[in-house]
Structure formats: structure tokens, C-alpha cells
């Protein structure tokens, strides 16, 4: 990864993507004081000039940065890249629709930044994301450790909000994932989920009013979460772009830290040539190490389930669009 030469400590981002979830990312950035440097690329010119100048206002009163309207070629000396742009789904769209559309979107993203000299980190948001974070490995070129999806960071944080609700604990204090697909075959590893320390098994032993329904229950809320947030106010992006933030935080303080991802398998969980959500650590260098969680049989059918899913939909939508990548 390059940095600019006259500045040891100087950090520099790219989003791809202004629309509601790239310009919440971009706002969080700034109120976090996350990075230095900050360039807003979409195809929007006015828009990207407006959040560029609209965001930089809210810096006198939280941290200094450059932030910018800018190009595909500023990514140059960028450490991290961040995708959020893409089309959304609309009605009457199956799942490969949507693939095919944004991975002909994706390689007229990638192909440019690649070509600028970027030697940094891929963090990928658009959805489908594991999908999208593959096809962004197989595009780039880059190793898989620089590439990486937002991948269930969002399903987990709303996994820890509703579990905190339910047994009434701060949600910090809930430690678990939500694992494979961000969507529809996604799954809580309820066997190694902890409320300090204490398993949720050991939990339910004592609080006997939590039950087995109601973690089936909460599993649901999470799943259907999006579509909820969507009825009621058409997209989401709040707990999105707040999860990018943290996620681009780890990366660029160089933190090992561990956080649920979309990280390439090739063997983990039995799972081979895909993209799908597992707990990673990632430091200044990108994925450091996939924690590979001891599912129960149960959890692992349901890994497998959720990475067939995937391949699935990744066959047949490089078969349809003929795109070929630099892998």
C-alpha cells in the first residue's frame, strides 16, 4: 500500500458510490475523524460536489480532513477503495438480474481503479456483496487478503441489538455472528454466542422465559431487517454506513481487530471459491486470518446451504455476462 511520502501518518480514501449509504460512510468517516483524506467518486458530478463541500462543513466541528469530488485515477495513492454504488432491486427482479446488472457496473469501477496504480485495500458494500466482493477479487487481480466485504457486519449488529432487547443487556456486551450469506440463507451461530462470558445455552438454563422460539424469532427479524427498514422508508444506510466506518477504522489503524466479513473460503467451513460472512481479523494489511468458528452440524448445514447459494448465482452470472477477470 502507498502513502504520501511527506506524511508517515497521512490516510486516504476513495468511495465509489454517493448515494445513501456511500454519503452516510462518508459522514461517519468524518464525525469518527477516520482518515485524512477523503474523495467522493460517482457518476452524480454535482451530487459529489455537494456532499464533498455539505460534509466538509461538519469539520470545524468534529476533525480536520481534505475531502473532495474526485476520480476513478485518485486512486492512485489511495490505501483503501470503498464500493457502495450499484443498482438496487427493483420490483419483479430476480436475484441474477440484479447480479448481472451491477457486475457490468462493477468491472466499469474496477478495471479504471486498478489501472490509476492502486496498491490498497478493496472493501466492498454493494449487494449483492458477497457476490460483488468475489467478482471484485476476480476483477482486480489483487490477493484476497485486499479484498474484502462488508459482508454480515450489519446482520451481527442487529443480532446483538435485538438479543440486548430481549434479554435487556447493552448490546456491546453480546458477543456473536451472524454467518454465511448477507441475505436470505444467512444464520445466527447461536452455539457460540456469549452475554459476558456466559454461553446462550447457559443463559437459557437460567433465564428459562428465553426460549428456543425466541431465538428463532430474533434469527427471522434479522433476515427480514432490510425489507422492514425498506417498507417503511424506501432504502437503508444508517447501520451500513456506521458498520463501513468501523470496518475501515480496523483497517487503517492497523488494529487485528475481528469482525464478521465477506472473506474468499478455500477450505474453511468445507467451503470452496466464494466470498461468504465469517468472523476475520483484519489489520492495516487487509484480512490478517479467518476464525474458523466450530459450528455444530446443524450450523455447518446451513454454511453449506448458504455457499451453494452464492456459487450458484456466481456461475451463472459471469456464464451471462461474459465477464472475464484478471485471476
Known amino acids: 500500500m502507498t502513502t504520501p511520502t511527506n506524511e508517515k501518518n497521512h490516510q486516504k480514501v476513495l468511495l465509489v458510490g454517493d448515494g445513501a449509504v456511500g454519503s452516510t460512510y462518508a459522514y461517519a468517516m468524518t464525525l469518527q475523524g477516520i482518515a485524512q483524506e477523503f474523495v467522493i467518486c460517482d457518476i452524480a458530478k454535482d451530487k459529489i460536489k455537494g456532499d464533498a463541500i455539505d460534509i466538509a462543513d461538519a469539520t470545524p466541528w468534529t476533525y480536520p480532513k481534505n475531502i473532495y469530488a474526485g476520480e476513478y485515477s485518485d486512486a492512485k495513492d489511495a490505501d483503501l477503495v470503498v464500493i457502495t454504488a450499484g443498482a438496487p432491486q427493483k420490483p419483479g427482479e430476480t436475484r441474477l438480474d440484479l447480479v448481472n446488472k451491477n457486475l457490468n457496473i462493477l468491472k466499469s469501477i474496477v478495471d479504471p481503479i486498478v489501472e490509476s496504480g492502486f496498491n490498497g485495500i478493496f472493501l ?172 455444530t452440524s446443524e450450523e455447518s448445514t446451513q454454511m453449506k446451504i448458504s455457499a451453494d447459494a452464492l456459487a450458484k448465482v456466481l456461475k451463472d452470472g459471469f456464464e451471462a455476462t461474459g465477464i472475464e477477470g484478471r485471476q
Open 124 to 295: 466492498v458494500a454493494a449487494n449483492p456483496v458477497d457476490i460483488l466482493t468475489y467478482a471484485t477479487w476476480k476483477l482486480s487481480g489483487f490477493p484476497k487478503e485486499r479484498v474484502i466485504g462488508s459482508g454480515t457486519s450489519l446482520d451481527t449488529a442487529r443480532l446483538h441489538k435485538f438479543v440486548g432487547q430481549e434479554l435487556d443487556v447493552d448490546p456491546r456486551s453480546i458477543h456473536g455472528y451472524i454467518m454465511g450469506e448477507h441475505g436470505d440463507s444467512e444464520f445466527a451461530a447461536w452455539s457460540h454466542l456469549t452475554i459476558g462470558g456466559i454461553t446462550m445455552k447457559e443463559w437459557m438454563e437460567i433465564h428459562p422465559e428465553v426460549t428456543q422460539e425466541k431465538l428463532d424469532a430474533i434469527q427471522e427479524r434479522v433476515i427480514k431487517g432490510a425489507y422492514e427498514i425498506i417498507n417503511l422508508k424506501g432504502a437503508t444506510f444508517y447501520g451500513i454506513g456506521t458498520a463501513l466506518a468501523r470496518i475501515s477504522k480496523a483497517i487503517l489503524s492497523d488494529e487485528n481487530t475481528v469482525l464478521p466479513l465477506s472473506v474468499y473460503m478455500n477450505g474453511e467451513y468445507g467451503v470452496k471459491d466464494v466470498y461468504i460472512g465469517s468472523p476475520a481479523i483484519v489489520n492495516r494489511k487487509g484480512l490478517k486470518q479467518i476464525l474458523q468458528v466450530p459450528l
